[in-house]
């Protein structure tokens, strides 16, 4: 599924949040944005966006409109705090904060793409990294507004390197071919990712269907595991 060749469906979405009242233009440039999200604002979490453009008047956009500012679409969240269940991590609740569902440059956020994308797809459960576990509220605020369904979600923890940040090529050998010409075969590194989620004792090499046999997504660790790349 390609986004680009989707952009009718998500126009469909932001008519369906526009007829509702739902959405406002937002002027702010980046500079803007980033000072505005610096200033303490009630409940919202650090880094939102306080709805700076929320109230401007008719002339005030205009004025803006005329100084060749595209604006970009804001969903009006009115700071609505959103609770989930997440499958490893337990309940969860976030403030909504103003945001983007339509760029300035008039492509589609992510947060409305892939919220519509889901739905399309029939996704009744999204497993994902535990760094998007923040973005989650922001998701469900739109799938609700849009009279979406929405799954379930499940934030596993990551995988980081020797220096604490996430595992990435400049580590070193990340990748199964890296590891196969380091002289680790792929059965060793699934034994080393197994015993990082309690599925493998230590020096124990077990199969496929030894795996799916002990799989138990409750008893996952909830923290990040650190390996040596």
């Given at each position: 599924m390609r986004q680009s060749e989707r952009l009718?469906?998500?126009?469909?979405a932001l008519d369906r949040?526009?007829?509702?009242?739902?959405?406002?233009?937002?002027?702010?440039?980046?500079?803007?944005?980033r000072q505005a999200a610096s200033a303490p604002h009630g409940p919202l979490p650090e880094g939102a966006y306080p709805g700076t453009c929320r109230e401007l008047t008719a002339a005030q956009r205009a004025e803006r409109e005329r100084a060749g500012r595209p604006p970009a679409l804001r969903l009006r969240a009115e700071q609505a705090t959103v609770a989930f269940t997440?499958?490893?991590?337990?309940?969860?609740?976030?403030?909504?904060?103003?945001?983007?569902?339509?760029?300035?440059?008039?492509?589609?956020?992510y947060n409305l793409a892939v919220v519509v994308d889901d739905?399309?797809?029939?996704?009744?459960?999204v497993v994902r990294g535990a760094d998007l576990l923040e973005t989650t509220p922001?998701?469900?605020?739109?799938?609700?507004?849009l009279g979406l369904p929405v799954p379930r979600y499940a934030h596993v923890p990551l995988v980081l390197g020797p220096d604490g940040a996430r595992l990435a090529k400049?580590?070193?050998?990340?990748?199964?071919?890296?590891?196969?010409?380091?002289?680790?075969?792929?059965?060793?590194v699934r034994a080393q990712l197994a015993r990082s989620v309690g599925?493998?004792?230590a020096g124990e090499k077990p199969s496929l269907d030894e795996l799916l046999a002990r799989f138990d997504p409750s008893a996952l660790p909830t923290?990040?595991?650190?390996v040596a790349a």
């Open positions: 009718e469906r998500y126009a469909a949040l526009d007829a509702g009242g739902h959405l406002y233009p937002c002027f702010c440039t980046r500079a803007e944005i997440d499958r490893l991590l337990g309940r969860h609740q976030g403030v909504v904060d103003d945001l983007v569902v339509r760029r300035n440059d008039g492509a589609p956020a739905t399309a797809q029939g996704v009744g459960e922001r998701q469900l605020h739109v799938a609700h507004r400049r580590h070193g050998a990340v990748t199964l071919a890296d590891r196969a010409a380091a002289g680790q075969p792929a059965e060793l599925l493998a004792a923290e990040p595991t650190v």
